[in-house]
């Protein structure tokens, strides 16, 4: 029963309230908007919205727009000399994960000497300490996966060596944090589920982390519940606001998981699957290990399997105390069917088996921080057996 709770971050959630940026008190005169590279935050009109809105705030913006679905180094480097440059006194992260993590990256080197790779922990980082802080953060997302708006952490590839990683410090905390619902319709349905169980995962693996408080269970439940009632139905009906507001609301609240517990290794080990195949969703991997992750975890931790199975509506209490972890397994199949991506295979996006090896050591070099919170210490040799038993 001890913890420490901080999430200082201020958050508006509901429908149409980006509008307030016109009015909110911003942290700063000008703004560098990080957006990615694809068309949709120009299409919708997001991006002009944005820099509208900060027009009537009497702020000025730039904007940086090469961010990759999996962003990667030289983009965060290339972004903080724009703001440096552009004499930027805050940063705004506009779209999804990417979008926003590499917004939190990028604050952090517009204001610290060297290189990003300097301040990672693990892999080939170095570990150096934060001593500059960050400029401001505004997170505005259009995606409902990451809880990234809720969280100060942000994962960025090093391209040369494969190695994906995630890190933040207190200032990587947003300034401000903007949920609007309305922003998200525009998702297609395969992207909206993807991003969903992203959510879904860093709640589920916060409930089964050896690290998880009262808070972060709270949280995680509560999410668990919402993503198993309304994520189908945003998937199937992307115009439905209430279904994509509380799929919005899960996703804060994994956002919220993530500030008071932790991932587990199932993302350090989609983490080495993208990072090695950037062309993969970091959702849809999430997807594809999570069945026999979990099962692997089942008789480790039954009662919080069996708690996240009761979340998602499953009446674990009428079985034996034995089957129940395993109606969690069946609940989460159920909902992976539900959205259409049962069918997820890893050799589809050129995944072979004879890597799973390699992708096992880059998951524990790279990540390793991840696997000292498991509920269990897993082997080399189990790693590899859970990518294997994942693997189609």
Known sequence: MNFEYFMPSRILFGPGKLNELSKIKLPGKKALIVISNGTSMRKYGYLDRVISLLKENNVESVVFDKILPNPVKSHVMEGAELAKTENCDFVIGLGGGSSIDSAKSIAVMAKNPGDYWDYISG????????ENGALPIVAITTTAGTGTEADPWTVITKEDTNEKIGFGVKETFPFLSIVDPELMVSVPPKLTAYQGFDAFFH????????????????YALKSIELLAKYLPVAVNDGNNIEARTNV???????????STSSCTSEHSMEHALSAFHPDLPHGAGLIMLSEAYFTFFADKVPDRLADMARAMGEDADSLPEAERPKAFIRALKNLQ????????????????REDIPKLAENARHTMGGLFAVDPYKLSFEETVKILENAYK
């Open 203 to 218: 709640s589920a693996e916060g409930y089964i982390a050896s690290i998880a408080t009262p808070i972060s269970d709270m």
């Open 248 to 258: 919005a609301l899960a996703n804060t609240l994994a956002g919220f998981v993530e």
């Open 123 to 130: 892999g080939t980082g170095k570990g150096k300490p934060v």
């Open 337 to 352: 069917k539900k959205c259409g991506v049962d069918n997820l295979k890893m050799s589809d996006f050129g995944i072979r």
